[in-house]
DNA sequence: AAGTGGTCTAGACCACTGT
DNA sequence: CAGTGGTCTAGACCACTTG
């Protein structure tokens, strides 16, 4: 029922108030610190203690029901959710792929080249008929299993892309570096079966179940940077989210 | 440039202030009324225009760019988003299908029995070893196409499920009526290839790519009330979402 | 320097839930 | 009934972008 929690509050730090006391609230929970079904305080009592106004305390509060790690019911309060629901049933989410994409253990490019964009790239991408953008197909491979084949078109305003700093460093590491930071991705995740050629690099059999991911990533302008057509190993992905119901 | 729009605002609706705002937004670009690349005017300017707070409006617009109609940037001002990015590949979304499940063109029950539930149910569901849960089978189809194969798992405390209801009305509009209203799901995606019992009912070839769902669905005081294990066919069917970066 | 969105405050009233 | 979260207001200051 306490849900008393120490919290250290820097105001002269450039991260919002609001984020510091969510991420506060995050970090307890997933440590267990703050058991499931634990009941917090009210909004008014927790916003004094941090010593925030309640809007902000709401602000942090919004993130965390956003995240899937509390629910709020008017007139009763705010509870922690079960862990039950939070565990991961395989292995790695498309959403830490996109957040720390160069942190994955191992990519090697197979192809990085230019070429003339084709009419479905084209249309993702925004851009007139004959323009050339780059061309890379990557394999990921983790513990030294081959987990997927992505292949990825860009256009040639992003700067300059070179293997070795692919990588060293991962595909939107490298484009933030050169200004191109991505806001938004639109994605469509489905399945396909293993050509001879994909079972090949992947080592698998052909026919063996893939999952692909199609997403066009857009910068803060609105302007789309990448599409990538990606098929991973469905026996080690899986795609994961968490669905609100407003 | 303008981004004038003409907006009712009924401040005696019990609709919030904000979230008629946003609809508004919304449907003025769906429409093409504002069309991409429009410029919206700042904050202050709308708020005064609509006879809102500040906050009000900026509640509003943070709906707006949640679901990736526009987006913002300090100093800069509000973009509406161009439409190629929110175009559909395919058909159904997994998102409508929660929203709207009993909206579906067709279902035809398969089987509806109570069973002592399985492990990996039992505990999806956080129900004591040897609970008796519903188990329900269903044929997804449309336009006379079989779409996929359905399983859901529920405890008997959600009420009295009966065939005919489901087919009419569809799960989550049966479970609604029974005071069972769902707040979040979790969702896993990934990929199978079809065994020949569910290529038989399907219509389609042994081996054919299915997208697979398991999904757990929390009612508001977070407790589990459904468990779905899903299949769709590849061909007619993927999951879209679209990300943010924060 | 001017204009934008991002953050924050200190209140207020309401709708809903439980007793 | 008292307590909760949901909504709303009218300001304020700041960080950032653009000219």
Redesign the interface.
Known sequence: MAGELEIDIDRSSPVPLYHQVAQAFEQAIREGALAP?TKLDNEIDLAKRYHVSR?TLRQAMDKLVRD?LV?R?RGVGT?V??P???RS??LSSL?ND??ESGAQPRTSVLTLETVTAEDEVR??L?LAPGTEVYHLRRLRSIDGQCLGIMENYLPLSVGTLTGAALERDGLYNVMRRQGS?????????????ATAAQADLLGISP??????V?R?A?D???T?IEFGDHVYR?DL?????????H
């Open positions: 079904e809007p899937g629910v019911r509870q959710i079960g039950r629901v939070r049933l395989k959403y996109l957040q249309d993702r925004g930071d991505f806001q938004m991705a639109h994605q469509t995740v489905g399945a396909t079966v026919g063996s179940p893939l999952v692909t199609q066009t857009l803060s302008a609105g789309a469905a992905y899986s795609y994961e989210t968490t669905l609100m119901n």
